[in-house]
């Protein structure tokens, strides 16, 4: 399987312009550091993968990282069809074993700022391996702010060093499941940022950029309730590399996460 990031194509307003440097890495509300990127790739028909969502959960929770969750649909075949899955989050999977040079993939599989992956379930592991990236220089090096602004969405990318793709990744923020079949059969499993679409809508060239989306691209309460900006390098065409930089945004009052 193959994986390309696809140029956005509805609902985007492009405006690339000079607006000053952002120093300083990206912040939650709270003025947390964001601390990096976990994409948590998963199943409904999985029974490792609730500890893993559960996890997940957490992370978003703590508001230190910006946590997603890309449903594969490779575990159809057990009896259940994952209700948020796609094909695409297959293959941005399949693109990210290419990276890591593994043979195949697997879940609950947790991969960390595009650069290594683990068990989703571990979350210390999660959190000591964040830390010893950032330590490294392998964390967000390049600051990313994004919010509501009256019909708007902002981004603002500051400068660093490199080229990298501006990605949209579209995310329903919470969404429960009764799971009927397969081996999660009887459970009713609470899902988080589960990732609907991901689009590239720019090229990052070092220099501080902004973008600005339509709000309209979110709908509190249905559809895409929120998204992530994702400042990710590619080893190639379409294979995907470090991210270097990250933010959320959340529809509605919450505003920024």
Not at 143 to 150: D, R
């Given at each position: 399987?193959?994986?390309?990031?696809?140029p956005?194509?509805?609902?985007?307003?492009?405006t690339?312009?000079?607006?000053?440097?952002?120093?300083?890495?990206?912040?939650?509300?709270?003025?947390?550091?964001?601390?990096?990127?976990?994409?948590?790739?998963?199943?409904?028909?999985?029974?490792?993968?609730?500890?893993?969502?559960?996890?997940?959960?957490?992370?978003?929770?703590?508001?230190?990282?910006?946590?997603?969750?890309?449903?594969?649909?490779?575990?159809?075949?057990?009896?259940?069809?994952?209700?948020?899955?796609?094909?695409?989050?297959?293959?941005?999977?399949?693109?990210?074993?290419?990276?890591?040079?593994?043979?195949?993939?697997?879940?609950?599989?947790?991969?960390?700022?595009?650069?290594?992956?683990?068990?989703?379930?571990?979350?210390?592991?999660?959190?000591?391996r964040?830390?010893?990236?950032?330590?490294?220089?392998?964390?967000?090096?390049?600051?990313?702010?994004?919010?509501?602004?009256?019909?708007?969405?902002?981004?603002?990318?500051?400068?660093?060093?490199?080229?990298?793709?501006?990605l949209?990744?579209?995310?329903?923020?919470?969404?429960?499941?009764?799971?009927?079949?397969?081996?999660?059969?009887?459970k009713r499993?609470?899902?988080?940022?589960?990732?609907?679409?991901?689009?590239?809508?720019?090229?990052?060239?070092?220099?501080?950029?902004?973008?600005?989306?339509?709000?309209?691209?979110?709908?509190?309460?249905?559809?895409?309730?929120?998204?992530?900006?994702?400042?990710?390098?590619?080893?190639?065409?379409?294979?995907?590399?470090?991210?270097?930089?990250?933010?959320?945004?959340?529809?509605?009052?919450?505003?920024?996460?």
């Amino acid at each position: 399987m193959t994986f390309a990031f696809r140029p956005m194509i509805r609902h985007l307003v492009l405006t690339l312009g000079f607006f000053g440097a952002l120093s300083g890495a990206a912040a939650a509300d709270d003025g947390k550091a964001i601390k990096g990127v976990v994409e948590l790739f998963t199943s409904q028909g999985c029974s490792s993968c609730p500890p893993a969502d559960a996890a997940l959960k957490t992370l978003i929770d703590e508001g230190e990282v910006v946590a997603l969750a890309y449903h594969v649909d490779y575990w159809n075949y057990l009896g259940w069809a994952d209700t948020l899955a796609s094909k695409e989050n297959t293959d941005r999977q399949y693109a990210y074993a290419r990276m890591l040079g593994r043979n195949g993939v697997y879940t609950p599989q947790a991969v960390l700022n595009g650069r290594d992956h683990m068990n989703g379930s571990d979350l210390q592991a999660i959190r000591s391996r964040l830390e010893t990236m950032r330590a490294a220089g392998k964390g967000l090096a390049v600051p990313v702010e994004a919010a509501m602004a009256g019909d708007g969405i902002s981004i603002r990318i500051g400068a660093g060093d490199g080229k990298a793709n501006v990605l949209v990744v579209y995310f329903d923020r919470a969404r429960v499941v009764n799971v009927e079949r397969g081996e999660n059969k009887g459970k009713r499993i609470a899902y988080w940022h589960a990732v609907r679409d991901v689009q590239t809508i720019g090229l990052w060239d070092g220099k501080p950029t902004q973008f600005t989306l339509p709000a309209s691209v979110l709908l509190e309460g249905r559809g895409n309730s929120g998204c992530a900006i994702l400042l990710q390098s590619m080893k190639d065409k379409e294979t995907p590399g470090p991210i270097i930089g990250a933010a959320t945004v959340l529809a509605g009052p919450q505003g920024k996460l």
